[in-house]
């Protein structure tokens, strides 16, 4: 049997602060890992198999 699911823990303060900023000024992200991870996208949907 799962266990429950607890709340998220609301920030305040400093903490509340610093995740807004880094939600609103989100790091850049390299070409080159742009590609890699649509590489991978790609391998893993070739060898997915689903039947319903």
Do not use: C, Q
Not at 9 to 38: C, I, M, N, Q, W
């Amino acid at each position: 049997m799962a266990r429950p699911i607890k709340e998220t823990p609301t920030l305040y303060g400093e903490d509340a602060r610093r995740f807004a900023y880094a939600v609103e000024h989100p790091k850049p992200v390299s070409t080159e890992d742009v590609r890699r991870a649509k590489e991978a996208y790609e391998w893993f949907k070739s060898i997915a198999t689903f039947e319903l």
